[in-house]
């Protein structure tokens, strides 16, 4: 059905000793966000490394290592902890940020919110460099183009003030993906937007993806085993991928949520 899923040889993979180490690294910082000097280190050690493994790949990047440990310690979503999004409580990182408008002759920005009255979500954004998305550490100003378009400048979590970024607040921001638990496979169909751990030719990040068809298995001791095909938004490419990289947009378990509630 349509392209089909490119080779595993063209695909980026982490050697068995990177991923040793990087397990190391997570362990020491007790599942927390890796300092960006940490990442870096990590980055630039594999890059330089004479291991015959590496020879002759793709050197490794800061981006493919910090989405690594993005997959490994994004945390695990009980459904019951959501929050019903209506149209009062739907949230807008415009809420949480002092505002600038990109029109205004003034430098005069107004102070920020009490951190404590903000409501707690979590929120990622697609960067203009790449075209995956990113989780957002801090919001840190926005403001309203003459075209009337609002604008957010982002932090993204791992990184510094160096990969901060304006982004589109209704195309480039929204709330977080969540990752699956074994019995969601049985709400991701066919027509689903989803967002996928992509480990490509010269990349380990997350992008936008539509699911075409959903191979169910029997599901064992090592949980689930179906395989969805996916396409991705951005070039159109396909592949047959685990449950373990799909994530789920919230919108979309909301509404099975209420069908299920119903």
């Not at 695990?76 to 929050?83: C, E, N």
């Not at 921001?173 to 989803?194: F, M, N, W, Y």
């Not at 030719?201 to 298995?217: G, P, W």
């Amino acid at each position: 059905m349509g392209r089909p899923p490119q080779r595993e040889s063209q695909y980026f993979r982490f050697t068995k000793k990177e991923v040793e180490q990087m397990e190391k690294a997570l362990e020491e910082i007790k599942g927390a966000t890796p300092a960006q000097d940490v990442v870096q280190s990590l980055a630039e050690k594999f890059k330089c490394s004479a291991a015959p493994e590496r020879a002759g790949k793709v050197p490794v990047q800061a981006k493919q290592v910090l989405g690594w440990f993005n997959h490994k310690r994004r945390p695990q979503k009980a459904k019951g902890d959501l929050m019903p999004m209506t149209s009062n409580s739907t949230p807008s990182p415009l809420n949480d940020c002092p505002a600038k408008s990109a029109t205004a002759n003034s430098d005069k920005v107004p102070s920020e919110k009490d951190p404590s009255d903000a409501p707690e979500w979590e929120f990622e954004a697609r960067s203009s460099k790449d075209g995956a998305w990113y989780d957002v550490a801090t919001f840190l100003t926005h403001r309203i183009l003459e075209s009337g378009e609002p604008e957010v400048r982002v932090r993204f979590a791992g990184f510094g003030a160096e990969e901060d970024e304006w982004v589109n607040v209704r195309k480039a921001v929204r709330l977080r993906s969540l990752p699956c638990e074994a019995t969601d496979c049985v709400a991701i169909k066919p027509g689903d937007l989803i967002l996928c751990f992509r480990e490509g030719k010269d990349q380990a990040i997350y992008f936008d993806a539509h699911v075409l068809e959903v191979q169910r298995k029997r599901h064992d001791v090592r949980g689930c085993r179906c395989r969805f095909l996916i396409r991705y938004d951005h070039d159109q490419a396909e592949e047959r991928v685990p449950l373990r990289r799909v994530y789920r947009r919230p919108e979309g378990l909301f509404s099975w949520e209420f069908a299920e509630n119903v």
